[in-house]
């Protein structure tokens, strides 16, 4: 049988990017055999990977990119694992070449994603596969917003977990990170009152008056009251109503009438935002894992 040595394993570690442990063992069972070695690592990563897929993925980062026109931009949230991976060079560098391959190809929706080219020639799919069995956790780009104006385009990142864009007419570069970062604190709803869901404004409404109603006062004074709620609802959800983050003496609506600028639409990501996340005992699975070896 061939020596493996340190530096063998070293070279199939970079080579794969995968851990020493598994490099070493894929040595010994090729006997030596760096290149069949490095088939057998991408087999058995490959059957990892099909694993990896079915476990939830409710960690990540938000990724974005605007081109160098200001004219059109992507905003895209990519889910891992773990913390751990979110924060590994690798899955942040895909997660922005990802918002630029939305942006640069107007891709559809996540289902066309996969097959989009990405800068190098190789498909979404096969770098994801690729990162996956690098990283060892399932990877999936889950949704993305495409924009294109012929105003502006502004995106701001609070850290990697929230991620805002936003399309404005008007004022200048500062104005629109002001008022992307305002939207990540602030988190409205949509731009303006006659852009709120209908579902969600009667549901608010029927709320109201049913509490007004208890008061026991006239039904002329409920109507007001509830009125009143909802005018101050309205305020709460949409940008223009919001007082601005950095002057709460005005609000949104006041700070781009002076700039003479107007807002057109905004996205906001928040990380893992309606996926269920399971809790996991770590020390359980750590020693089911020492009981199986």
Same mark, same amino acid.
């Given at each position: 049988?061939?020596?493996?040595?340190?530096?063998?394993?070293?070279?199939?570690?970079?080579?794969?990017?995968?851990?020493?442990?598994?490099?070493?063992?894929?040595?010994?069972?090729?006997?030596?055999?760096?290149?069949?070695?490095?088939?057998?690592? !991408?087999?058995?990563?490959?059957?990892?990977?099909?694993?990896? #897929?079915?476990?939830?993925?409710?960690? %990540?980062?938000?990724?974005?990119?605007?081109?160098?026109? %200001?004219?059109?931009?992507?905003?895209?949230?990519?889910?891992? &694992?773990?913390?751990?991976?979110?924060?590994?060079?690798?899955?942040?560098?895909?997660?922005?070449?990802? @918002?630029?391959?939305?942006?640069?190809?107007?891709?559809?929706?996540?289902?066309?994603?996969? &097959?989009?080219?990405?800068?190098?020639?190789?498909?979404?799919?096969?770098?994801?596969?690729?990162?996956?069995?690098?990283?060892?956790?399932? =990877?999936?780009?889950? !949704?993305?917003?495409?924009?294109?104006?012929?105003?502006?385009?502004?995106?701001?990142?609070?850290?990697?977990? =929230? %991620?805002?864009?936003?399309?404005?007419?008007?004022?200048?570069?500062?104005?629109?990170?002001?008022? @992307?970062?305002? =939207?990540?604190?602030?988190?409205?709803?949509?731009?303006?009152?006659?852009?709120?869901?209908?579902?969600?404004?009667? !549901?608010? !409404?029927?709320?109201?008056?049913?509490?007004? #109603?208890?008061? %026991?006062?006239?039904?002329?004074?409920?109507?007001?009251?509830?009125?009143?709620?909802?005018?101050?609802?309205? *305020?709460?959800?949409?940008?223009?109503?919001?007082?601005?983050?950095?002057?709460?003496?005005?609000?949104?609506?006041?700070?781009?009438?002076?700039?003479? #600028?107007?807002?057109?639409?905004?996205?906001?990501?928040?990380?893992? &935002?309606? =996926?269920?996340?399971? @809790?996991?005992?770590?020390? *359980? &699975?750590?020693?089911?894992?020492?009981?199986?070896?």
């Amino acid at each position: 049988m061939a020596e493996i040595t340190a530096s063998m394993v070293k070279e199939l570690r970079e080579m794969t990017g995968l851990g020493m442990m598994d490099c070493k063992k894929a040595l010994a069972e090729t006997d030596g055999d760096m290149k069949a070695a490095e088939d057998l690592l !991408r087999i058995k990563s490959g059957a990892k990977a099909s694993k990896a #897929a079915g476990r939830i993925a409710a960690e %990540g980062l938000i990724g974005a990119f605007v081109a160098a026109d %200001g004219k059109s931009g992507a905003l895209i949230e990519v889910n891992c &694992e773990t913390d751990f991976v979110a924060k590994n060079q690798d899955f942040i560098d895909f997660s922005k070449a990802l @918002a630029e391959t939305v942006t640069r190809n107007n891709v559809a929706d996540v289902a066309a994603l996969a &097959e989009a080219k990405m800068a190098d020639g190789r498909s979404v799919e096969e770098t994801r596969q690729a990162l996956v069995m690098k990283l060892g956790e399932n =990877i999936s780009p889950r !949704r993305f917003a495409r924009f294109e104006t012929s105003g502006r385009i502004a995106s701001y990142l609070h850290g990697s977990k =929230i %991620g805002v864009m936003i399309d404005y007419t008007g004022g200048d570069d500062v104005l629109g990170k002001d008022l @992307a970062m305002h =939207i990540a604190a602030s988190k409205p709803v949509c731009v303006s009152k006659d852009q709120v869901p209908a579902d969600l404004l009667s !549901r608010e !409404r029927d709320i109201y008056t049913a509490q007004a #109603a208890e008061s %026991g006062k006239p039904a002329n004074i409920v109507e007001k009251m509830v009125e009143g709620r909802i005018a101050k609802y309205l *305020a709460e959800i949409t940008l223009l109503g919001q007082p601005f983050v950095k002057n709460p003496d005005e609000t949104v609506e006041k700070l781009l009438k002076a700039k003479n #600028a107007s807002v057109h639409s905004f996205q906001m990501f928040v990380v893992g &935002e309606g =996926i269920e996340k399971v @809790a996991t005992d770590f020390v *359980a &699975e750590v020693m089911a894992q020492v009981g199986q070896s």
